[in-house]
């Protein structure tokens, strides 16, 4: 069981270039989120999703998009890379609470163990 | 959203309780505390959670006032790997959207 995998670990760009951070869960959650951690900054989320074919904005969108084809898959796409996303990032997984689309209070979040990006 | 407020960092002596506080004074009474540490350079990982009354884990202790505006994390035998920030964060009954996380509380533990 390997729980939230996150590819590649490190990665630099030089601003503009684009890629595709990598997510998948073998939990079968339909939950599943992004979040960018800076220094002093804590968590703050970029995308969430709560099924395949569902995906919604969160604190911080601006430059990243995110598609959710399959359950087990969310990848991060950052279509022009900046200076300013340069940062670590996590993705999580969770189940969801009955038909309501939210996180189980009862259900934790799983965490993968981050991408570190930077961009030159 | 609920507000929590956490000290910025404590410290520990190794094979000593450590008690981390947590204050969320504007909690409803249906709002979930969770807990979540994160050690250098891993994800967060879920710690534990409850409502009213205390809680234990394999990991963990966590006491919730009788008035539910604190709560408290403890570790009852700090060792080096519990060297991390912990979170403590409040989770609605009914579901969450997102988890919030603040900046929560960088424990250091001396050998």
């Known amino acids: 069981n390997a729980g939230v995998t996150q590819t590649p670990k490190f990665q630099v760009l030089k601003t503009g270039q684009s890629m595709t951070l990598q997510c998948a869960q073998d939990m079968n959650h339909e939950y599943m989120s992004w979040y960018r951690q800076d220094p002093g900054m804590g968590l703050r989320l970029i995308h969430y999703s709560v099924g395949a074919g569902i995906t919604d904005q969160g604190e911080v969108p601006n430059g990243y998009n995110v598609s959710r084809s399959t359950t087990e898959d969310f990848p991060l796409r950052l279509l022009s890379a900046a200076p300013s996303q340069t940062s670590v990032y996590f993705c999580a997984s969770s189940y969801l609470s009955g038909d309501r689309g939210r996180i189980s209070y009862n259900s934790p979040l799983h965490f993968g163990n981050g991408t570190r990006l930077t961009v030159t | 959203d609920a507000k929590t407020t956490q000290p910025n960092s404590m410290e520990s002596n190794e094979e000593e309780p450590v008690h981390l506080p947590c204050n969320h004074s504007t909690i409803s009474g249906t709002d979930y505390i969770h807990w979540y540490r994160q050690l250098p350079s891993q994800g967060p990982e879920y710690v534990i959670h409850g409502l009213t009354s205390n809680v234990n884990n394999r990991m963990a202790s966590l006491a919730i006032a009788e008035d539910r505006k604190s709560s408290t994390l403890i570790l009852h035998r700090a060792t080096l790997r519990d060297a991390a920030v912990y979170y403590c964060?409040?989770?609605?009954?009914?579901?969450?959207?997102?988890?919030?996380f603040g900046k929560g509380t960088k424990l250091t533990v001396n050998p």
């Open positions: 964060i409040p989770t609605l009954q009914g579901g969450s959207e997102k988890l919030v």
